[in-house]
């Protein structure tokens, strides 16, 4: 039985990165309204079981392997001794405060949380169901999907709890394995790959394709793989999972070639399936307002809209699923539906990953602007050769930008590198204004940072690099 009916300016269903910050700048607007979400703490996805605790796995992890392996060189002797237990708390109390930072900020913006699961029901009609059952039913004259995504399952390996696992999974395992089996070089993979690689396990890494990290520039990758490989990760490339058998010692995979060929198996006590993420409607009640999914489960839109009154932002859309990306989104839906502008350059994306090194970049990769039949300049500076690197034994990596051969527009910018995600933004800056490489190579860098190795990169656009 329906309860209580409350009308709202805007009713936005899911409380991830999207449906957060749409909730918070709708609250902003003076704009009246609610966040249905059905976790039992708002932050979605990114915060509970995806950005901030994987973030805080790798922070943790990374200082691991430092006590083990670089506080000798630098004159610290410790004895380091791991308490996982205690590293999954350090990690829950994070997602804790984060998550319940959220809600301060709904109280501060008023907006209101509604909990349970929504659906919509109609034009302007948001039904939510909560945990006890009851049913209370939103009229709203905006409604905003913001649902988000869920791992993509593997066809022939079933997930099994402990032993065949998705990324939430391999957030809370509550011992290292001794050999864990990554299916998927992407970069939710890699990066769980190597929080369980330097806490001891023995890590392969299984990929379809023939390269790593598609959609990364390919030299970067070239160079990426190879400091995994050096940090212990070994790579099965070409390769695909076909079928998965879990016994009393773990899980055994039937691997074929890509292109065909011979199966092998292969053995870990613990499978982690990282292939990728599906938009998720489940019982959303799209067809109530005449929505059909695309074929791979994607919301289209026009500027967000997406009928009369609704809306679409997030992973549940097209674009990067990135929490930065579903942000933006959530601001311009919002900004668009006050009758302000409302927009996102996805060309300006920044994408970064969190291992050690980072690897992080923006804009287009050579292998775009050749594909394209662009002309480009390219620069590149090696951290062997930054002073901050070399003090810091983090020499690993180094900067490519890539520049219009007849303007010096920057059109990329790559970086591996201790650090790489902080300083992607001062070319994710300089392309936004429309800049020029030598914009950053006539801008004055402290020193020493790694971020003259950015600067460095572009003086050598027109060759003119000084420290290498
Ligand atoms: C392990 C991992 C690491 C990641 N690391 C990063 C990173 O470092 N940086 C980055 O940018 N991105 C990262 N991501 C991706 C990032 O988490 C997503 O891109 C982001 O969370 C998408 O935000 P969203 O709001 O669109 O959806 P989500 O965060 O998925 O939120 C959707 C919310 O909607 C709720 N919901 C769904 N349907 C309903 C319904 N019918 N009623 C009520 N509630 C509903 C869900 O419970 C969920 O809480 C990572 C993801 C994973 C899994």
């Known amino acids: ?124 009609k948001v039904e939510v169901t909560a945990v006890d059952g009851s049913v209370q039913t939103l009229d709203a004259k905006n409604i905003v999907i913001a649902t988000g995504s869920e791992p993509t399952p593997l066809p022939g390996v079933a997930f099994e709890d402990g032993k065949v696992i998705d990324s939430t999974g391999a957030l809370s395992l509550p011992a290292v394995p001794k050999k864990l089996i990554v299916v998927g070089a992407g970069i939710i993979g890699l990066e769980l790959g190597s929080v369980w690689r330097r806490l001891g396990a023995e890590v392969t890494v299984v990929e379809f394709l023939d390269r790593i990290t598609p959609g990364m520039d390919t030299e970067v990758a070239t160079a990426f793989q190879r400091t995994l490989t050096k940090q212990g990760m070994s790579f099965k490339l070409g390769a695909k999972v076909t079928g998965a058998k879990s016994g009393k010692d773990g899980v055994e995979l039937t691997v074929e070639p890509s292109a065909g060929g011979p199966a092998e198996t292969i053995k870990g006590d613990v499978v982690l399936v990282a292939i990728g993420r599906r938009p998720y ?142 300083m992607i933004h001062e070319a994710a800056i300089t392309m936004s204004f429309g800049g020029a490489s030598e914009d950053i190579a006539r801008t004055c860098h402290a020193h020493p940072t790694r971020s003259e190795a950015v600067r460095q990169a572009a003086m050598d656009v027109e060759g003119w690099m000084m420290q290498a």
């Open 1 to 124: 039985m329906a309860e209580a009916t409350a009308a709202y300016d805007v009713v936005i269903i899911g409380g991830g990165p999207g449906g957060y910050n749409a909730a918070i700048r709708a609250g902003q607007l003076g704009l009246k309204v609610a966040c249905v979400e059905m976790r039992s703490t708002l932050g979605g996805t990114c915060l509970n079981v995806g950005c901030m605790p994987s973030k805080a796995l790798l922070h943790a992890s990374e200082l691991w392997n430092a006590a083990n392996t670089e506080f000798a060189k630098i004159g610290i002797e410790v004895q380091p001794k791991l308490h996982l237990d205690q590293m999954h708390k350090a990690k829950d109390d994070s997602v804790t405060a984060l998550t319940k930072g959220i809600e301060f900020l709904f109280k501060k913006n008023k907006a209101d949380w509604i909990k349970g699961k929504g659906k919509i029901v109609g034009k302007g």
């Open 281 to 422: 409607t489940n019982g959303l009640g799209l067809e109530s307002v005449g929505v059909t999914p695309d074929k791979r489960g994607f919301i289209d839109h026009d500027h967000f809209k997406v009928a009369d009154g609704v809306w679409v932002i997030g992973d549940v859309t097209h674009g990067p699923m990135l929490a930065h990306k579903a942000e933006e989104d959530a601001v311009a839906v919002i900004d668009t539906i006050a009758g302000k502008y409302g927009h996102v350059d996805y060309a300006l994306v920044p994408s970064v990953v969190y291992t050690f090194p980072e690897v992080a970049w923006i804009g287009q990769t050579e292998d775009q602007l050749k594909a394209a039949g662009v002309q480009y300049k390219k620069g590149k500076f090696p951290f062997t050769a930054n002073s901050r690197a070399k003090i810091n034994h983090e020499t690993d990596g180094f900067v490519k930008v890539l520049a219009d051969a007849a303007t010096d527009k920057v059109l990329g910018v790559h970086i591996m590198g201790p650090q790489a995600g902080e």
